[in-house]
C-alpha cells in the first residue's frame, strides 16, 4: 500500500504554491514542506475534500475557515490508498465509484423517481442536486445554448469581433491556470442597459452591456467574470435550474435526453431571470472567483471596487432597474469584508491586464446597434 504522495501545498493566504510530501497514517496526514523543513499534521475529522469527485479533476483538500489551507494532489490514487488506511477518511470521495456506466448511473436515477412519483410527487425536487451533480457536460452545454438564444437572440449580441476578443481574453486568463474542468466558457455580450451578468449551464456567461459600460477596467469585469465562471464550475445554475424548472427539465436530465433539451430553453431561461442563488453558493462564488483571479495574477482589487461602487449606487438609488446585478448578486458589506481579506493575501500584480488596449473603447462593444426595442427578461 502506497503511503507517501507528492502534493501541491497553499497556506489559504497567499496564491502560492509550495511543493509538498504527504504521508497516509490510520488518523490522518503527515504534511512536510521539504524547501523549508515544515512538517505538521491534518486528523482526518478536519480535512474536507472539495475537488476530485469527477474524472479529470485533482485531488483538492481542505482544512480551516474562510481562508483555509489546501492540498492539491493530482493522483486519485491517494483518495483509495487513504480510505484503505484510516476508517476516519471514508468521507472521502471512492474513485472505484467512477468504473460505473453513466447510463446506469441515469438508469437508477430514473427508477427512483419512477418510484417517488408515484406516491410522493413533491419529492421529486429532492433529486435535483444529484441530477446536477451527474448530467454530462454536453447536456449542460445544450441547456446554456438553448438559454443564451432566448437571453441574447441574434440581434440584440453585440456582434464586434475586435473588442469581443478582448472579452475573451480576459476568460482566457482567468482560466488558464484554474484546476482541470470539462467546460469551454463563452461570453456573449447583450445590448441591453440592464446592469447584471449571468451565468448559464454548459460555460455560457451573458454580459449585459449595462453591466460593462459600468466597469472602468479590465480587472473589474474579470471580478464579475470570475465570479459567474465559479458558478458554472460548481454547477450552481444547472442544481438550483432543476430545483426550480418543471419536471419535465429534471426528468430530461436524468435521461439523458440531449435532442429534447432545447424545448426546455425558454423554461429555463425563465428560471434563471427569476433566480437568486444560495446564500452559500454565493459564498462559494465570491471565494473561488477571488482564488481565480489570485491564481491568474490578476488584481483582486477590480471585483472589490465593482461590487463597493454598485453598491453604493444602489443606496443613492433605491431600486433603481440599474441595480439588477445586486438583486441576483447581492454584496453585503458582510462579503466585501470577507472579499477584503482574501485579497490581503495577495500583493498587487506589478502588470495590469490588457495594459496596452483601451478600456473606455472596448466596453463600447455595442458601438452603433441600435438601441433595443425592449429588454430581455431578467
Not at 499534521?41 to 475534500?49: K, L, M, S, T, Y
Not at 448530467?135 to 453585440?158: M, N, T, Y
Request: one cysteine or more.
Amino acid at each position: 500500500m502506497r503511503l507517501d504522495w507528492e502534493a501541491a501545498y497553499l497556506d489559504g493566504r497567499t496564491a502560492a504554491r509550495r511543493r509538498a510530501g504527504v504521508h497516509i497514517t490510520r488518523t490522518g496526514l503527515d504534511v512536510t514542506l521539504p524547501e523549508t523543513g515544515t512538517r505538521f499534521f491534518w486528523p482526518f475529522r478536519e480535512i474536507r475534500q472539495t475537488q476530485g469527485t469527477y474524472a479529470g479533476e485533482q485531488v483538492r483538500l481542505e482544512r480551516g475557515g474562510e481562508l483555509a489551507e489546501a492540498l492539491l494532489i493530482g493522483d486519485v490514487g491517494f483518495l483509495s490508498a487513504a480510505r484503505a488506511v484510516s476508517p476516519e477518511a471514508t468521507h472521502f470521495h471512492d474513485p472505484a465509484r467512477r468504473r460505473f456506466r453513466v447510463g446506469l448511473t441515469f438508469g437508477a436515477l430514473v427508477a427512483a423517481v419512477a418510484l417517488a412519483v408515484g406516491i410522493y410527487y413533491i419529492g421529486i425536487p429532492a433529486f435535483a442536486a444529484v441530477a446536477a451533480a451527474r448530467v454530462p457536460v454536453s447536456w449542460e452545454d445544450k441547456l446554456g445554448s438553448a438559454i443564451v438564444e432566448h437571453f441574447a437572440p441574434p440581434a440584440q449580441r453585440c456582434d464586434d469581433p475586435a473588442r469581443q476578443a478582448r472579452i475573451d481574453g480576459i476568460v482566457a486568463a482567468l482560466t488558464a491556470k484554474a484546476r482541470p474542468q470539462p467546460y469551454m466558457f463563452r461570453v456573449t455580450v447583450v445590448n441591453s442597459s440592464i446592469v447584471n451578468a449571468v451565468a448559464a449551464p454548459g460555460g455560457h456567461v451573458i454580459l449585459f452591456r449595462g453591466l460593462l459600460e459600468r466597469t472602468d477596467s479590465a480587472e473589474e469585469l474579470a471580478g464579475v467574470l470570475a465570479h459567474e465562471v465559479e458558478h458554472v464550475l460548481h454547477r450552481h445554475v444547472t442544481r438550483a435550474i432543476f430545483q426550480q424548472a418543471s419536471t419535465g427539465v429534471l426528468m430530461a436530465a436524468l435521461v439523458g435526453d440531449v435532442s429534447g433539451v432545447v424545448a426546455y430553453g425558454l423554461e429555463g431561461a425563465r428560471t434563471l431571470g427569476d433566480l437568486q442563488m444560495s446564500r452559500a453558493a454565493e459564498s462559494e462564488a465570491d471565494h473561488d472567483g477571488m482564488r481565480l483571479l489570485q491564481e491568474a495574477g490578476i488584481d483582486t482589487q477590480g471585483m472589490i471596487t465593482f461590487f463597493e461602487k454598485l453598491s453604493s449606487h444602489e443606496r443613492g438609488r433605491g431600486n433603481d432597474s440599474l441595480t439588477r446585478y445586486l438583486r441576483t448578486h447581492p454584496p453585503t458589506a458582510e462579503r466585501i469584508s470577507t472579499l477584503r481579506a482574501l485579497a490581503a493575501t495577495t500583493p498587487k500584480p506589478e502588470r495590469r491586464l490588457l495594459p496596452d488596449d483601451d478600456w473606455n473603447d472596448i466596453r463600447r462593444v455595442c458601438e452603433g446597434l441600435p438601441a433595443p426595442a425592449r429588454s430581455p427578461r431578467r
